[in-house]
């Protein structure tokens, strides 16, 4: 059974910088894809950002610039690093991952205020 475990979240002020993290249970060289989405209270879920096995990444247009993903297959993990935040980007953030499934998370929260 593959289990995402997501960490630090929490309340950060506008213009400062999180780094999330994304432990796997096991080897995500075996997944093809992984990504971080986020949802915020009364809106769909959305995606952030998706990195392939071979590193390619894509990002939802309201991050680029300010956020990048990157993965460790030697740690089994995934983060995303998030610069420059601002009060649009609180929500709760998902981990996720793609290869003989789809697999989740339990989410971590983000919350930017002063």
């Known amino acids: 059974q593959v289990q995402l475990v997501e960490s630090g979240g929490g309340l950060v002020q506008p213009g400062g910088s999180l780094r999330l993290s994304c432990a796997a249970s096991?080897?995500?060289?075996?997944?093809?894809?992984m990504g971080w989405y986020r949802q915020a209270p009364g809106k769909q879920r959305e995606l952030v950002a998706t990195?392939?096995?071979?590193?390619?990444?894509n990002y939802l247009d309201s991050v680029k610039g300010r956020f990048t993903i990157s993965r460790d297959n030697a740690k089994n993990t995934v983060y995303l690093q998030m610069n420059s935040l601002k009060p649009d980007d609180t929500a709760v953030y998902y981990c996720?991952?793609?290869?003989?499934?789809?697999?989740w998370g339990q989410g971590t929260q983000v919350t930017v205020s002063s």
């Open positions: 096991g080897s995500i060289f075996v997944f093809s894809t």
């Open positions: 990195i392939t096995r071979g590193a390619y990444t």
């Open positions: 996720s991952a793609t290869g003989g499934g789809n697999y």
